[in-house]
């Protein structure tokens, strides 16, 4: 069997439609090892949820915070 790698925008119509096509003869989808399969905002409400966020009261108290002044 041979195996094709694709990478493509998600947001591309017509290109979906043709994957789907192509699975609906017999393609079977395989998620690539490392790659997360989640969206940005996916990813963010998860950083939320595990406390991996900062807070700033304001643009100088972050460069204050970061020796970036």
Do not use: C, P, W
Request: glycine fraction near 8%.
């Amino acid at each position: 069997m041979a195996t094709i790698t694709l990478e493509y925008d998600g947001r591309n119509v017509g290109l979906k439609k043709l994957i789907e096509a192509m699975i609906a003869l017999g393609a079977t989808v395989v998620q690539q090892k490392g790659k997360s399969s989640k969206s940005g905002l996916e990813e963010s409400m998860d950083d939320i949820k595990n406390g991996r966020i900062t807070t700033h009261k304001s643009v100088e108290d972050y460069f204050e915070k970061n020796k970036l002044l």
